[in-house]
C-alpha cells in the first residue's frame, strides 16, 4: 500500500534535488597543474587565456565603476549602430540588482535563440559575442567545459591514470554539482585528444547533446558548443550566470584584496574630519598630532600619498598623509556598473584622465570599516576595438573572430596569506582589457586535396567566415557589418 507519507517524503527528495540542478564556474589564471598537456592552453579553447577556480579563488573587479570606451577603427568599421549593440550587451549587465537582491530563480534556464535568415547566411551576432566576453570578464569560467576535468595523469606499469576533480558550484549549497541550467553533464577522457589528454564533457540527454539549449551566456570554451553558432543570438543572461555574479559580487564575501594602481586616499579621518583616509576617530591610519586619520590597530600595510587637507581635531587646511588600508580584507562591491567614457575618434586617445570617488568596506580585527578612496581612470578599464586578425600567409589558425587580452591582469591575493604559491587565489580582475573584432572582411573557404590543381570560385565554401551582423526574433533583416554593406549584398555572395 502507498501512503500518503511516502509520497511527502518522495516528493520532497525530489524537491531537493531539483533546486541543486544548477551550478556556476569561476575563472582565474592558469594553476600551476593546469597544463597545457591536460587542456588548460592552445589548443582547446578557454576561458580569458584562464582556468577554473575553486571555491575562495575567485577573481573579481574590486571598484564598483568599471569604464569601456570605442577606438576610431571600432567605430569605423562598425559604426554608430555597431557601438549601440555593445552598450545592449553591456545593459543587461547594468540591468542587474545589486548582488544581495537577485534571486536567481527570477532567471531562465534557456536564453539562446536563432535567426534562420542569419543562420543560412553565416552572420554572427555582434551583441551576443560581446555578452559572452563581458559576462566571462567578470570572474565567470565556462560551467560545461569545467563541470568535470582533468587533475593529474600519470603513467605506472604502463596504465595511465587520471584524476578528474569537478569545478562547478551549486549557486545555493555551494556543493560540487554536474549540473548546468538544469541539464546533467557526465564526461569521458580522451587520449590523446589533438596530441593532449581531456576531460571531454557531453550532456547525458542526446537531445542536449544536438543542441545545448540551456547553455549559460558563460560558455564559451566549451568543445561541443565552443562559440555561439551563426544565426544564434542570446536574450540575456541565464539562472546560472546570474548565480555565479552573485556569489562573487555579494557584499558578505570578504577576500585578501589590494587595490589597484590607480587609487589612492580620498579622505576622512579623526573625529570625521578631513585629511586621512578613514571614516571616524581612530578608524585609519595617521598620527594623532597630524590632520586627519586615527590610530592602527590592525596589521595591514598602508599606502600613501600627499594631498590638500585638512580635519580632525586640528582643524584648518594641510598637507596630508592620505592613507588607507591597503592590502585590506574587503567586501564584494555587490553591484559593478559600466560608464562610457569616450576616445577621441579622430586621433584615437582617450580625452583626458579624470578621477572617480567611492567609499569601500574592509574588515579588520573583527570590526567593519569603511574609507573613502579616489581612482584616477587614465584610460577605459575595456576598450573595444577593431582590426585584421588574420595573420599572414601560413597562417594555420582558422578564422579568428575575437581577440581579446581579457583577464591577462589577473592580481593573485596568495601571498598575502602568509604561505606564497598554495592558493590559486582569490585575487583582482584589473585593466585594461582591449576586445578586438577581426574586420577582415568575409573569408571563403577552398580546399586542394590530392590529385586537384586548380580551385575556381565554384569549388568554394560559399558561406563566408566572420560577417557580423545584429538580428534578434523578429521579421526584421539582419543588420551587417561593415555598416556600408547590407543584408542583400551578402546575399549576391552566396549561392
Request: glycine share 12%; net charge negative; charged share 15%.
Given at each position: 500500500?502507498?501512503?500518503?507519507?511516502?509520497?511527502?517524503?518522495?516528493?520532497?527528495?525530489?524537491?531537493?534535488?531539483?533546486?541543486?540542478q544548477?551550478?556556476?564556474?569561476?575563472s582565474?589564471?592558469?594553476?600551476?597543474?593546469?597544463?597545457?598537456?591536460?587542456?588548460?592552453?592552445?589548443?582547446?579553447?578557454?576561458?580569458?587565456?584562464?582556468?577554473?577556480?575553486?571555491?575562495d579563488?575567485?577573481?573579481?573587479?574590486n571598484?564598483?565603476?568599471?569604464?569601456?570606451?570605442?577606438?576610431?577603427?571600432?567605430?569605423?568599421?562598425?559604426?554608430?549602430?555597431?557601438?549601440?549593440?555593445?552598450e545592449?550587451?553591456?545593459?543587461?549587465?547594468?540591468?542587474l540588482?545589486?548582488?544581495d537582491n537577485?534571486?536567481?530563480?527570477?532567471y531562465?534556464?534557456?536564453?539562446v535563440?536563432?535567426?534562420?535568415?542569419?543562420?543560412?547566411?553565416?552572420?554572427?551576432?555582434?551583441?551576443?559575442?560581446?555578452?559572452?566576453?563581458?559576462?566571462?570578464?567578470?570572474?565567470?569560467?565556462d560551467?560545461i567545459?569545467?563541470?568535470?576535468?582533468?587533475?593529474?595523469?600519470?603513467?605506472d606499469?604502463?596504465?595511465?591514470?587520471?584524476l578528474?576533480?569537478?569545478r562547478?558550484?551549486?549557486?545555493?549549497?555551494w556543493?560540487?554539482?554536474?549540473?548546468?541550467?538544469?541539464?546533467?553533464?557526465?564526461?569521458?577522457?580522451?587520449?590523446?585528444?589533438?596530441?593532449?589528454?581531456?576531460?571531454?564533457?557531453?550532456?547525458?540527454?542526446?537531445?542536449?547533446?544536438?543542441?545545448?539549449?540551456?547553455?549559460?551566456?558563460?560558455?564559451v570554451?566549451?568543445?561541443?558548443?565552443?562559440?555561439?553558432?551563426?544565426?544564434?543570438?542570446?536574450?540575456g543572461?541565464?539562472r546560472?550566470?546570474?548565480?555565479?555574479?552573485?556569489y562573487?559580487?555579494?557584499?558578505?564575501?570578504?577576500?585578501?584584496?589590494?587595490?589597484?594602481?590607480?587609487?589612492?586616499?580620498?579622505?576622512?579621518?579623526?573625529?570625521?574630519?578631513?585629511?586621512?583616509?578613514?571614516?571616524?576617530?581612530?578608524?585609519?591610519?595617521?598620527?594623532?598630532?597630524?590632520?586627519?586619520?586615527?590610530?592602527?590597530?590592525?596589521?595591514?600595510?598602508?599606502?600613501?600619498?600627499?594631498?590638500?587637507?585638512?580635519?580632525g581635531?586640528?582643524?584648518?587646511?594641510?598637507?596630508?598623509?592620505?592613507?588607507f588600508?591597503?592590502?585590506a580584507?574587503?567586501?564584494?562591491?555587490?553591484?559593478?556598473?559600466?560608464?562610457?567614457?569616450?576616445?577621441?575618434?579622430?586621433?584615437?586617445?582617450?580625452?583626458?584622465?579624470f578621477?572617480?570617488?567611492?567609499?569601500?568596506?574592509?574588515?579588520?580585527?573583527d570590526?567593519?570599516?569603511?574609507?573613502?578612496?579616489?581612482?584616477?581612470?587614465?584610460?577605459?578599464?575595456?576598450i573595444?576595438?577593431?582590426?585584421?586578425?588574420?595573420?599572414?600567409?601560413?597562417f594555420?589558425?582558422?578564422?579568428?573572430?575575437?581577440?581579446?587580452?581579457?583577464?591577462?591582469?589577473?592580481?593573485?591575493?596568495?601571498?598575502?596569506?602568509g604561505?606564497?604559491?598554495?592558493?590559486?587565489?582569490?585575487g583582482?580582475?584589473?585593466?585594461?582589457?582591449?576586445?578586438t573584432?577581426?574586420?577582415?572582411?568575409?573569408?571563403f573557404?577552398?580546399?586542394?586535396?590530392?590529385?586537384?590543381?586548380f580551385?575556381?570560385?565554384?569549388?568554394?565554401?560559399?558561406?563566408?567566415?566572420?560577417?557580423?551582423?545584429?538580428?534578434?526574433?523578429?521579421?526584421?533583416?539582419p543588420?551587417?557589418?561593415?555598416?556600408?554593406?547590407?543584408i542583400?549584398?551578402?546575399?549576391?555572395?552566396?549561392?
Amino acid at each position: 500500500m502507498f501512503h500518503s507519507k511516502t509520497f511527502l517524503v518522495i516528493l520532497l527528495g525530489l524537491i531537493t534535488f531539483a533546486k541543486s540542478q544548477h551550478a556556476f564556474s569561476l575563472s582565474g589564471p592558469l594553476a600551476p597543474w593546469q597544463t597545457a598537456a591536460l587542456g588548460y592552453a592552445a589548443p582547446i579553447p578557454n576561458t580569458n587565456g584562464g582556468g577554473p577556480m575553486n571555491l575562495d579563488e575567485e577573481y573579481r573587479w574590486n571598484v564598483p565603476t568599471v569604464h569601456y570606451g570605442f577606438t576610431a577603427d571600432f567605430l569605423n568599421f562598425f559604426g554608430v549602430r555597431g557601438a549601440e549593440e555593445i552598450e545592449k550587451a553591456i545593459a543587461v549587465l547594468n540591468d542587474l540588482p545589486e548582488a544581495d537582491n537577485i534571486v536567481i530563480d527570477d532567471y531562465p534556464l534557456e536564453s539562446v535563440r536563432v535567426n534562420h535568415r542569419a543562420q543560412a547566411l553565416g552572420i554572427v551576432d555582434l551583441k551576443t559575442r560581446a555578452l559572452q566576453i563581458l559576462t566571462t570578464s567578470m570572474g565567470l569560467a565556462d560551467p560545461i567545459r569545467y563541470a568535470y576535468t582533468l587533475r593529474n595523469r600519470w603513467v605506472d606499469n604502463n596504465i595511465t591514470n587520471y584524476l578528474v576533480t569537478m569545478r562547478n558550484f551549486d549557486p545555493e549549497t555551494w556543493d560540487y554539482s554536474p549540473f548546468v541550467n538544469g541539464t546533467l553533464y557526465t564526461y569521458q577522457v580522451i587520449d590523446p585528444f589533438e596530441g593532449i589528454a581531456l576531460a571531454l564533457n557531453t550532456a547525458v540527454d542526446p537531445l542536449d547533446q544536438l543542441f545545448a539549449r540551456t547553455r549559460p551566456v558563460s560558455a564559451v570554451s566549451s568543445l561541443t558548443t565552443e562559440e555561439m553558432p551563426a544565426g544564434g543570438f542570446l536574450t540575456g543572461l541565464t539562472r546560472d550566470d546570474v548565480a555565479g555574479l552573485k556569489y562573487i559580487y555579494r557584499s558578505s564575501n570578504y577576500n585578501t584584496e589590494t587595490a589597484l594602481g590607480d587609487i589612492s586616499g580620498a579622505g576622512g579621518g579623526l573625529l570625521g574630519g578631513g585629511g586621512g583616509g578613514g571614516s571616524g576617530l581612530a578608524d585609519f591610519p595617521g598620527i594623532v598630532t597630524s590632520p586627519g586619520g586615527g590610530t592602527y590597530d590592525f596589521p595591514f600595510l598602508i599606502a600613501t600619498n600627499t594631498v590638500a587637507g585638512g580635519g580632525g581635531n586640528l582643524g584648518g587646511q594641510a598637507t596630508a598623509t592620505n592613507a588607507f588600508i591597503n592590502p585590506a580584507l574587503r567586501a564584494g562591491k555587490n553591484k559593478i556598473t559600466f560608464l562610457r567614457s569616450d576616445y577621441d575618434s579622430l586621433i584615437g586617445a582617450f580625452f583626458q584622465p579624470f578621477t572617480v570617488r567611492f567609499s569601500e568596506t574592509v574588515r579588520t580585527n573583527d570590526l567593519v570599516r569603511s574609507q573613502s578612496l579616489i581612482r584616477t581612470v587614465i584610460e577605459p578599464d575595456y576598450i573595444f576595438d577593431a582590426a585584421d586578425l588574420q595573420g599572414a600567409d601560413a597562417f594555420a589558425g582558422g578564422p579568428v573572430g575575437v581577440e581579446q587580452t581579457l583577464n591577462a591582469g589577473w592580481l593573485s591575493s596568495d601571498e598575502f596569506d602568509g604561505v606564497t604559491g598554495d592558493d590559486a587565489g582569490p585575487g583582482i580582475i584589473t585593466p585594461s582589457k582591449r576586445i578586438t573584432f577581426n574586420n577582415v572582411g568575409p573569408l571563403f573557404l577552398n580546399q586542394q586535396g590530392a590529385g586537384v590543381f586548380f580551385l575556381r570560385e565554384g569549388d568554394i565554401n560559399t558561406t563566408p567566415f566572420i560577417t557580423w551582423g545584429s538580428f534578434d526574433g523578429t521579421t526584421n533583416a539582419p543588420i551587417v557589418y561593415p555598416d556600408k554593406i547590407t543584408i542583400e549584398d551578402l546575399e549576391r555572395l552566396v549561392r
